[in-house]
Every structure is written in C-alpha cells, then in structure tokens.
Nanobody
Framework: QVQLVESGGGLVQSGGSLRLSCKAL????????MSWYRQSPGKQRELVAS????????????VKGRFTISRDNFVSGNAVDTSYLQMNGLKPEDTGIYYC??????????????????WGQGTQVTVRS
C-alpha cells in the first residue's frame, strides 16, 4: 500500500516563506514524477510544480522564480522518496490546499505494477496580506 504524506503547511504573512514536504511511503518499485498541486477557494486544482526522477522541473507561471521543487530519491538503505516545495515571497493568492502527487510504480503481492496516480491528503497554506 502506497501513501503520500505531506507536512509543512501553515499560516504566514505576505512575503513570507514555507517549505512543504511529501514522503512516499509503502512498498514501491519506483517514483517517477512527484508534483505539487493546489486548490484555491472557488478554483479548480492546478499544477504548481513537478519534478521527474532525473531532476527535470516544471513550474506554473504564477510561481516561477518564487517556488522551488526538489526531491530526495530513494537509495538502498536510505529513507524514502521525498519531494519538497520551498515557497518564498508568498502572496495571498497562493492560499489554498496543497496536494502532493506521485506517479508511482508500486509492488503488490511481490509483483511490480505499472505506474499509477497517488495523491496526498492535502495541507493548508494560508497567506495573510
């Protein structure tokens, strides 16, 4: 069973910073892409940033230059795949629930399965003006 566990949300003043973390837990063969999405009040869920296993990144135009996505890849005997979203220069319009996403190949009953979508439970980010 695979879980994405987020942490790091909270309340911050405009111009402040927060760092979100997302750990991929469970029996996993590989974590190909890890991303952060957000859903702001009255809006659809949107992609904020993504990073591939090889480190290629992609950002929404609204956050480019302010947010940085990074990740620690699992290596034998060391921790788990973890993605981070460093958010600087936060604005009130960045307020929303931030969801971690993973394109993950799980191991089920000792078989490596094809990649599929996994989502975290979401963490609230509130930016006050």
């Amino acid at each position: 069973q695979v879980q994405l566990v987020e942490s790091g949300g909270g309340l911050v003043q405009s111009g402040g910073s927060l760092r979100l973390s997302c750990k991929a837990l469970g029996t996993i063969f590989s974590v190909e892409t890890m991303s952060w999405y957000r859903q702001s009040p009255g809006k659809q869920r949107e992609l904020v940033a993504s990073i591939t296993k090889s480190g290629n990144t992609n950002y929404a135009a609204a956050v480019k230059g302010r947010f940085t996505i990074s990740r620690d890849n699992f290596v034998s005997g060391n921790a788990v795949d973890t993605s981070y979203l460093q958010m600087n220069g936060l604005k009130p319009e960045d307020t929303g629930i931030y969801y971690c996403y993973g394109w993950i190949s799980p191991v089920i009953n000792y078989d490596v399965e094809a990649e599929r979508d996994y989502w975290g439970q979401g963490t609230q980010v509130t930016v006050r003006s």
